[in-house]
């Protein structure tokens, strides 16, 4: 069965960097594309960032644009997400999820979340 499990969150200091992981299994991984969401306390989900299936073309919403790398290693049938100068307001639990359509965010599985907590 599809199984997507995300690890590598934490507590960090804000302007610090923090690298999350989406280990995937059950499926081609290689022939979807996948993205990072986000969910901060009391707030909605917030798309974070996606990748094609090749790692080639990638994605960002603005307020992550030129701090966070999204990567992925086909390979390992794992996905990344490197965060830099991290704030405050990335504050969330991060979820990996498949994308059948491409970018269109209509996710068929997701992982179960891992908490990233950004304070000083």
């Known amino acids: 069965q599809v199984q997507l499990v995300e690890s590598g969150g934490g507590l960090v200091q804000p302007g610090g960097s923090l690298r999350v992981s989406c280990a995937a299994s059950?499926?081609?991984?290689?022939?979807?594309?996948m993205s990072w969401v986000r969910q901060a306390p009391g707030k909605g989900l917030e798309w974070v960032s996606a990748?094609?299936?090749?790692?080639?073309?990638?994605y960002y919403a603005d307020s992550v644009k030129g701090r966070f790398t999204i990567s992925r290693d086909n390979a390992k049938n794992t996905l990344y997400l490197q965060m830099n100068s991290l704030k405050p307001e990335d504050t969330a639990l991060y979820y990996c999820a498949r994308d059948p359509t491409g970018v269109a965010g209509l996710y068929d599985y997701w992982g179960q979340g891992t908490q990233v907590t950004v304070s000083s």
């Open positions: 990748i094609n299936t090749g790692g080639g073309s990638t």
């Open positions: 059950g499926f081609t991984f290689s022939s979807y594309y």
